[in-house]
């Protein structure tokens, strides 16, 4: 089974956009507030909108996707902590009504109501809902809900802990995933998301989170940044501070997903990151839509540079693709078991 792990709703039908227009539009004349939350949206619509990541799963021999709302749709710095509760909840609830019409695609990840400044802890309301209502087995949390001016604490203050608490309770991981940008001098997708993914880790390195949250789980997206090109920087860092080993300090708590879009980049994560700690992935349709006129093939079909990253052994393979999501979302390997369908390779 190929699961990706890392899927955004990046093609939603045109009635969301203008509920989002209208919402934030009513945030500066409370006449053009939309009048419902009722979307209007048919099971055919949603279905249909679809389409594109159905045909490139199946396309590129994929058979799962765990999908969430679209990343920069989050956009957690807009408007204030009642605006950011009201979006978050449709954008949740339209992607457990797709997981509920395709349930053999999709599984649901969620968004969090967060906002710049406000406590994280005023999320867990809604965490609770995602997991134990909709059937979510993961959630994206944004480490930088000002949107490229981290105004906020990093993540390893105490300020996220009751958020931490849940995840724990909860058991499902946390994708460290910033939203859009709204500081010009960082481009969302090409600087602002690397920028999120290596920040983080560093912080994570600073502090000693996991120390206070030995199950608490992070996967940190788009290849984990710039942090495996600059591993020996990072183990130097740690090193200096007088901190355990690097993989021994956090990598029994942090993964990286292989949403890297070109085969050296691959391999050299596969070189430099243990093997139980890479999930496939691919964030389709999403960050880079276009076709390598060197390859012929999308940059974002991650599939093709992993089959051709050489030493892997087939249960290599195996953890890449599918064990080790099973292992990361607990609430994935649960359900999936559920349905009939244990791992295929002991672990
Ligand atoms: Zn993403």
């Known amino acids: 089974m190929i699961i990706d792990i890392h899927g955004h709703y990046t093609t939603e039908p045109q009635a969301l956009h203008t509920f989002r227009d209208k919402q934030l539009a009513g945030l500066a004349d409370a006449a053009r507030r939309p009048a419902s939350t009722d979307l209007g949206i048919s099971d055919e619509v949603l279905v249909k909108s679809v389409a594109p990541q159905l045909k490139f799963q199946k396309e590129r021999g994929g058979d799962l996707t765990i999908f969430s709302p679209r990343a920069g749709g989050m956009a957690h710095h807009i408007g204030t902590e009642a605006v950011s509760i009201e979006w978050t909840t449709l954008c949740n609830d339209l992607i457990h009504r797709i997981c509920t019409l395709l349930p053999g695609s999709f599984v649901g990840v969620g968004q969090l109501p ?4 406000v406590a994280p802890k ?9 997991v134990t209502k909709l059937g979510f087995v993961g959630v994206n949390l944004n480490p930088d809900p000002s949107g490229g001016y981290w105004t906020d604490p990093p993540l390893i203050d105490k300020y996220w802990y009751p958020l931490y608490e849940k995840l724990c309770e909860l ?3 946390a994708m460290i995933h910033v939203s859009s940008s709204c500081n010009p001098n960082f481009h969302h997708t090409g600087a602002h ?4 993914d290596t920040t983080a880790f560093m912080q994570l390195i600073q502090g000693n989170l996991f120390k206070d949250f030995p199950t608490l789980k992070f996967v940190i997206p788009h290849g984990g940044g ?3 090109y600059h591993w020996g920087r ?3 860092l740690c090193q200096d501070m007088g901190k355990p080993a690097l993989a021994e300090y956090l990598l029994k708590n942090v993964y990286f997903d292989t949403c890297v879009y070109h085969l050296p980049g691959i391999e050299l994560l596969a070189k430099v990151i243990p093997v139980d700690n890479i999930l496939f992935a691919s ?3 999403g960050a880079v839509k276009g076709i390598d006129p060197q390859t012929g093939h999308h940059y974002d079909d991650t599939k093709r540079y992993v089959d051709q990253v050489k030493g892997l052994s087939e249960q290599d393979r195996y953890k890449i693709f599918e064990g080790n999501a099973r292992r990361v979302y607990p609430r994935l390997d649960a359900l999936l078991k559920k349905r009939g369908k244990p791992g295929t390779h002991k672990l």
């Open 234 to 236: 990072y183990r130097g």
């Open 171 to 173: 058991d499902v991981p």
């Open 193 to 196: 998301y690397i920028n999120g």
């Open 226 to 228: 710039a942090v495996p």
């Open 114 to 117: 967060q906002s710049p400044g």
């Open 283 to 285: 964030e389709m349709v």
């Open 122 to 130: 005023n999320c867990i309301r809604e965490l609770e809902r995602i």
